[in-house]
């Protein structure tokens, strides 16, 4: 696997990392059985960050072809991401007075499940997404989707084919792409004059806040800061024109850009958040290299917790085989040794292996032939969703471990009905 060694933004010489997971599979490349586990290729995974323009990025680029052909994350197992687009949808069409002759162009669209929110508001939609096996589920769920990875040659046809976008919304698509010019370039073929392009991505002050390492893996090359964000933007004729921080995966961040236009300035909550930048010295070596050093000492603590709650007698499951659960799972072996298996909704992760650790993945409803009693919840930017569904495990005396930020564990106990015992899906 080529090493990564010029910064994608800017093309300085990138310096050696300040943060090594090792050597993972492919966070999803679960396995169908174990006899895969043999021919199971690992690779490096490592961050570092440009001493130009900031931008933090991985060491090494696993091509994004062995990565996306055959990708198992369907954004509508989640009831948060199905709130997320439709709150979205009505938030994006109204500020920008979207009608229904104007088209939305969704790039990574996945199954459809954001598009259809903007559909049901009367927008024309059109998706892009390169997965076959997730863009024929959108189709068969009537959301047109064309079958190709997003760059200046698809958006050059798209717009040939379908006319210029009012909006293209990049949802955590933005961080996974190794060529970023080319995007921006795609971008501007397909954008309307007047038109908006949103991007929602994790946020990198959150992640060095928050602890969120986990959502290192190999498919995440860059983590964003604003400050190389805005450099790539002015490279291309657009403008960062406003984000919006909001809570989704864990602190996620909405990014709006434009072409620079009399009367589009930038918004003071933007300003903010660059000056905030800049006082918390975001990307300097010694931001980076202290965080590097606060997550080896995560791992230790976390390990030794672990250990600790299964001498006291805990028999532990894990909840949510995400990218993320993968990452801390294989930079921390002896916690993943330590659970029974792993619990997950989607149907196309039951029955396989988690990469590199090679737990079970089980439907949730396993908890009750399972004489577990923690469950360790490895999607815990969903946390609430899950202790919510996860009421009866908690009246039987279950507990939830929370591993992020800091390791917790609580009963979870609420007072409300669960939505299953209330009958509602
Ligand atoms: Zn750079």
């Not at 696993?62 to 439709?86: I, K, M």
């Not at 109204?94 to 903007?118: H, I, M, Q």
Request: aromatic residues 8%; charged residues 20%; hydrophobic residues 40%.
């Amino acid at each position: 696997m080529p090493t990564h060694t010029h910064c994608r933004v800017c093309g300085s010489v990138l310096p050696a990392p300040f943060l090594d997971l090792g050597a993972m599979p492919l966070a999803n490349a679960f396995l169908s059985s174990l006899e895969d586990a043999a021919s199971e290729a690992s690779y490096p995974l490592a961050v570092t960050a440009c001493p130009t323009c900031g931008l933090v990025q991985l060491n090494h680029v696993v091509p994004a072809e062995q990565l996306y052909r055959n990708y198992l994350y369907v954004s509508s197992t989640s009831e948060a991401v199905r709130a997320h687009a439709d709150w979205l949808a009505e938030a994006l069409v109204r500020r920008y007075g979207w009608k229904p002759t104007d088209c939305l162009v969704e790039v990574a669209s996945n199954d459809g499940t954001v598009l259809r929110s903007f559909q049901r508001t009367g927008m024309r939609v059109l998706g892009v997404e390169p997965a076959r096996n997730i863009a024929a589920m959108a189709e068969a769920d009537g959301v047109p989707t064309i079958t190709e990875f997003f760059n200046a040659a698809t958006a050059e046809q798209v717009a040939a084919a379908h006319g210029r976008a009012a909006g293209i919304l990049a949802r955590h698509v933005f961080a996974h792409v190794n060529n970023l010019h080319d995007f921006l370039e795609g971008v501007n073929a397909l954008l309307d004059d007047d038109g908006v392009f949103v991007i929602e991505m994790p946020y990198l002050g959150s992640l060095l806040s928050q602890m969120e390492f986990d959502t290192i893996y190999h498919e995440h090359l860059s983590y964003f800061s604003l400050a190389p964000l805005v450099r790539l933007c002015r490279d291309h004729g657009l403008d960062l024109v406003d984000a919006e921080r909001i809570t989704l995966h864990g602190g996620s961040i909405l990014f709006y850009v434009r072409r620079p236009r009399r009367g589009i300035i930038r918004s003071p909550r933007l300003e903010q958040l660059l000056e905030e930048e800049r006082r918390l010295a975001l990307t300097s070596p010694q931001t980076l290299t202290q965080f590097g050093a606060s997550v080896r000492r995560w791992r230790d603590d976390f390990t030794n917790w672990i250990g600790e709650l299964q001498k006291g007698g805990a028999r532990l499951m894990g909840y949510g085989a995400a990218a993320k659960a993968n990452t801390l799972l294989n930079y921390c072996p002896s916690v993943a040794a330590s659970l029974e298996c792993i619990l997950d909704r989607s149907p196309l992760k039951q029955g396989r292996y988690t990469p590199g650790t090679h737990l079970p993945v089980k439907p949730v409803e396993h908890w009750l032939a399972s004489p577990a009693t923690h469950l360790l919840i490895l999607a815990w930017n969903f946390k609430e969703e899950i202790i919510r569904q996860m009421q009866p495990f908690a009246r039987r005396g279950g507990r939830f471990v929370i591993p992020i930020p800091t390791p917790d564990v609580v009963d979870g106990l609420t007072s409300e009905p669960s939505p299953v015992e209330s009958g509602v899906q």
